[in-house]
């Protein structure tokens, strides 16, 4: 059984994901504070890890701006306070990640269907937007992120960061 800490940093993200997504520009300055001390807080030895994963995430999103895939508040660029949730996200995953003990086919998997389930929120809370068939733009994302968690949650499996 998880411990009570375990359950109360897994649904303290979910509720800093509600908040980035619905809030936004709004709360831009909170969401940059408050990733900035997650960083802070992120043992020495795992904040490079966290950064690595927080820069191609965004450079993930970017790809996805510039092909015209999808867009944040109708802007090319990736927003401040995405920027700030792909580094809380970072810092939170890479904290995570050794409680789930995945071996890398359900990294695939979780990251397949978990990462296009959080952007489809996103655009259903307005957050951003599709240019192309949601098919195509899902599926997509799909294999961005089926790639992309396994990638992040490296330094775990290795057991660098244990």
Not at 125 to 134: G, K, N, P, V, Y
Request: hydrophobic share 65%; charged share 10%; proline share 6%.
């Amino acid at each position: 059984m998880k411990s009570p800490r375990f359950w109360l940093l897994t649904i303290g993200f979910d509720l800093w994901w509600a908040l980035a997504v619905w809030g936004r520009e709004r709360v831009e300055i909170v969401l940059v504070v408050g990733a900035l001390l997650m960083l802070f807080l992120t043992p020495a030895p795992r904040r490079k890890w966290v950064l690595l994963a927080s820069v191609l995430g965004v450079a993930m999103d970017s790809l996805w701006c510039a092909l015209d895939v999808l867009s944040f508040d109708h802007s090319r660029l990736v927003p401040l306070w995405m920027l700030a949730l792909w580094l809380s996200f970072s810092a939170w995953w890479l904290w995570f990640c050794p409680q789930l003990s995945l071996r890398w086919p359900w990294l695939v998997l979780l990251g397949a269907i978990s990462g296009p389930l959080a952007y489809f929120f996103g655009m259903r809370l307005d957050a951003m937007q599709i240019h192309t068939s949601a098919v195509a733009v899902f599926a997509l994302l799909s294999l961005g992120w089926a790639c992309f968690l396994p990638l992040i949650s490296l330094p775990v499996i290795l057991r660098i960061l244990r």
